[in-house]
């Protein structure tokens, strides 16, 4: 049986902006499960838990307490477990740095965090109805970071 919506997580340890992000799913109105977890540490321990439902789109903050997006990425790529989760950074950070190690390890997408809710949910839409089985094939550092 196929599912009919997109299972969607977000790791980020700022309340507003989990609240902002679980609202803005809410008024795009495409068929989702949105969960949110407040830091790296209460992800992994929910992805590797074995009843858990793996998510299509993984959202990654890099700075939280405990586990940061990094190691949690680290930790997903090194599991074939995890192979099909496309992973997208969301981050305040628009560091070259961050945006050059985390597309180094796999991340499938880069977000800098919007300023606007309108502009969030413009992002989110577009991240959502990405094919990304399709997408990684031709993955270049160009269309690794999502521009709106």
């Known amino acids: 049986m196929k599912e009919d919506y997109v299972?969607?997580?977000l790791a980020?340890?700022?309340e507003d902006d989990r609240m902002f992000f679980t609202?803005?799913?809410?008024?795009?109105?495409?068929?989702?499960?949105?969960?949110?977890?407040?830091?790296?540490l209460y992800l992994m321990d929910y992805l590797n838990s074995s009843d858990s439902a793996l998510p299509h789109v993984?959202?990654?903050?890099l700075n939280m307490p405990r586990k940061n997006g990094l190691e949690?990425?680290?930790e997903i790529k090194a599991n074939p477990?995890?192979?099909?989760i496309a992973i997208?950074?969301?981050?305040?950070?628009?560091?070259?740095?961050?945006?050059?190690?985390t597309f180094v390890q796999g991340a499938n997408i880069?977000?800098?965090?919007?300023?606007?809710?309108?502009?969030?949910?413009?992002?989110?839409?577009?991240?959502?109805?990405t094919n990304w089985q399709y997408h990684t094939n031709g993955l270049n550092k160009d269309n690794f970071l999502l521009r709106l």
């Open 12 to 14: 980020d340890d700022d």
């Open 81 to 84: 477990k995890f192979n099909d």
């Open 23 to 40: 609202e803005a799913f809410e008024e795009l109105k495409i068929g989702t499960k949105v969960e949110t977890f407040k830091d790296g």
């Open 7 to 9: 299972h969607i997580i």
């Open 72 to 74: 949690c990425l680290s």
């Open 58 to 61: 993984l959202f990654l903050d």
């Open 88 to 101: 997208a950074i969301y981050s305040t950070s628009a560091s070259e740095e961050d945006i050059e190690k």
């Open 110 to 129: 880069y977000i800098k965090k919007p300023s606007s809710f309108k502009v969030l949910k413009k992002v989110l839409s577009e991240v959502v109805t």
